[in-house]
C-alpha cells in the first residue's frame, strides 16, 4: 500500500516534469487567476482597513439643557449608558466643553462674556453592529427623546455615503469574484484538459494493463495540487512585487502604506491547490468514462 | 480458464462475432486464426471484457461478463497478460519502467516488483536495455518489452492479439517461440491471434479459426 502510494505521488511528481510545456501553461493561468484574486483582496482589504479609520464618524454629539447644572447634565448623561447600541461614553462639562471652544476658535467665552453660556454636553460611539445610517439615526432619536437633551449632532450623511461605498465594494467584489472563479475554473480545467488529452494513451494503457480508475487519476490530482501550489507561490511573489512598487510611489507623495494582509499566502495557496485540483478532476473525468476507454 | 457460451456482438457499423463457443483449458496454447476483419481482436475485447456480449456470456479466470460490473474488470485484467502488435508501451518510460507498471498496479512492494522485472527482462534478453526508452529500441525489442510486462506479473491467461503484425518474419518467428516458451514455463494459457497460418504450423498448438465472426468447424 506505501509502495503504491510513493508510486503513485513520485508519478505526479514525474509526469509534471515530463510535460513540461503544458504543466507551465496551466501553472500560468492559475497563477493569473490567483493574481487577479490576489490583488483584489489586498485592493478590498485596504479598503476595509481604511473604512475601520474612519470609525470617529460613527459618533454622536449630545448637548444638554444650557440651563441645566453640571450635576444635573451629569445625572441625564447617566441615562445614556443604557442606551442599545453604544460602546462608549463620555461627559463633557461646561468648563471642558469652553476650553474646547478656545480650542477651535481661539476666544475664551469667560473673557469675552464674562458668563459661561456653553452647555454640559456628551459623547457617544456607536458599537460596530449597529454603524449603520438606519441604526445611528434610531439611536440619534432615542437620545433626543431624553428630558434634558436640547440638541444631537451626528455626520449622517457621510456615514451613509461610507455605507453606500462600502456596499458597491463588497457587492460589487462579490459578484467580480464570481465570474472570475467560475471563468478561472473553465480556463484551468481546459488549459490542464489539454495536457490531459496528450496522455490519453497512457490512460488507454494503464486501463489495459489493470489499473483501476482511482489508480490513474491520483498523479493528475498530485500534478493539480502541484501546479495550484506552484501558480499561487508565482502570484503571491507578483502581488508583493506590485505592492513593493506602489508603496514605493505612495511613499513619494503621502503618508499612507498599502498593508499586505496576513492571510494572503495562505489564502492564495489554498486558493491555488482548489483550482488545481477542480480543473484536474473535471478534466480527467471525460477521459475516465467507460464508455471512452479502452476502445478508442 | 475462458468460455464462451453462445456469444454474439455485433456493431453498428458492421458485422462482429456471432454465436461463438469454445473453451481453452489451463495451460493451452491457443491460435485465433483468421483474414483481417474476422473477428479476432473482437473475441479477445471479449476476453479481456473492453467489450461486453450482447447475447451469450463469457467466462475468464472465474470473472462471467454478465456479473462482472465495470469496475470490476481492473480485476480480471490483473490475471491476464496483453500483448498488442502495437506494443502499447508507454512512450515516456523506459523498459524497466514499463514492465513495473502492472506490478505497481498489483501492489508489490518495492523490492518484489525491481527482482521481478530484471528477471522478466533477462528472459527475454534485454536485460542490457532496461533503460532503454521505446523510441531507442528496435520493433522486436519493443515487442520483447511487451512480453516482459505481461509475463512479469505471472499471469494465469497471456493474450497476443497479431504480436508479430509489425514485424519481419524471422522476427516473427523468434518473438512467438520466445512468448510461447515463457507461457509454457510459467504455465500460463496462452490465445495468440494471427492472420498468419504459416506461424501456426511451427507450433504446437490448437487452432480456432474464424471467418466473417463465425468459427469453421
Known sequence: MISKLSYLLSEGIRSLWRAKLPMLGSTLTIALTLLIFGGAYVVLSNFDRATRRLQTQYRVDIFFDPLLSNQEAFNVYQKLRSIEGISSTEFINKERAAEIFKQEFGEDVMEVLGTNPLPAGGIVLVARGYRTARRINRIADTIATIPGVTDVAYRGELVRVIERYLQIAVYGGLAVGLIVLLGAVFLVSNTIKLSIYAKRDTIDILYLLGATRKFIRFPFMVEGVLQGVLGSVVALGVVIGLLDIVNYVLEQFVLYRVIQPSYLPGWLVSMGIILGVIGSSRSIRKFLNPKNLGTR | ?217
Open chain 2, 1 to 217: 480458464m475462458i468460455e464462451f457460451r453462445d456469444v454474439t456482438l455485433t456493431y453498428q457499423r458492421g458485422p462482429g462475432v456471432f454465436d461463438i463457443s469454445f473453451q481453452v483449458d489451463t495451460g493451452e496454447l491457443v491460435f485465433l486464426v483468421g483474414p483481417s476483419g474476422a473477428g479476432k481482436s473482437t473475441i479477445l475485447k471479449l476476453t479481456y471484457m473492453d467489450l461486453m456480449p450482447q447475447k451469450g456470456e463469457v467466462e475468464v479466470n472465474g470473472f462471467l461478463t454478465y456479473r462482472t460490473r465495470r469496475r470490476y474488470v481492473p480485476l480480471l485484467r490483473r490475471t491476464l497478460g496483453l500483448v498488442f502488435q502495437d506494443f502499447r508501451l508507454l512512450p515516456d518510460r523506459n523498459a524497466y519502467e514499463n514492465v513495473a507498471v502492472p506490478l505497481h498496479i498489483i501492489g508489490l512492494s518495492r523490492r518484489e516488483i525491481r527482482e521481478r522485472v530484471y528477471s522478466a527482462l533477462e528472459d527475454v534478453g534485454l536485460s542490457e536495455r532496461t533503460h532503454h526508452y521505446p523510441r531507442e529500441l528496435s520493433g522486436g525489442e519493443q515487442q520483447r518489452v511487451a512480453i516482459a510486462r505481461a509475463i512479469a506479473k505471472n499471469p494465469a491467461v497471456i493474450l497476443a492479439d497479431e504480436p508479430t503484425g509489425n514485424l519481419d518474419a524471422a522476427i516473427a518467428m523468434e518473438i512467438l517461440d520466445l512468448l510461447t516458451f515463457l507461457a509454457e514455463e510459467n504455465g500460463s494459457t496462452v490465445v495468440v491471434a494471427t492472420h498468419d497460418y504459416t506461424l501456426t504450423t511451427r507450433k504446437q498448438g490448437r487452432l480456432i479459426e474464424i471467418n466473417e465472426g463465425r468459427l469453421l468447424d
